[in-house]
Nanobody, 119 residues
Framework: QVQLVESGGGLVQPGGSLNLSCAAS????????MAWYRQAPGKQRELVAA???????RYADSVQGRFVISRDTAKNMVYLQMNSLEPEDTAVYYC?????????????WGQGTQVTVSS
């Protein structure tokens, strides 16, 4: 079982920045992947950014060039730096972790943190 706790959400004006944090209860090197998703009212949850244990980070087209996912392996933390925020970025942001043990893949989710972009 992996517990994830997000923080850093809030209200920001268009063009502003926020940095979301996700604390994992385990060594993140044990995880196949960590990612950020978001869900806006009335919409499906969508992938924002992913940081695989191996390979390149990837981003949704809508945030490419504005958002950066990073990690601190010593602290078991993953971050999402969000710049040039737009009202369309308003959503609940969730941290997700994928763990593979043998032939079993498990996904874990945080409780979410609200991001509101509004003037």
């Amino acid at each position: 079982q992996v517990q994830l706790v997000e923080s850093g959400g809030g209200l920001v004006q268009p063009g502003g920045s926020l940095n979301l944090s996700c604390a994992a209860s385990t060594n993140i090197f044990r995880l196949n992947l960590m990612a950020w998703y978001r869900q806006a009212p009335g919409k499906q949850r969508e992938l924002v950014a992913a940081y695989p244990r191996w390979g390149s980070r990837r981003y949704a087209d809508s945030v490419q060039g504005r958002f950066v996912i990073s990690r601190d392996t010593a602290k078991n933390m993953v971050y999402l730096q969000m710049n040039s925020l737009e009202p369309e970025d308003t959503a609940v942001y969730y941290c997700q972790a994928e763990m593979v043990v043998g032939s079993t893949t498990s996904n874990f989710w945080g409780q979410g943190t609200q991001v509101t972009v509004s003037s």
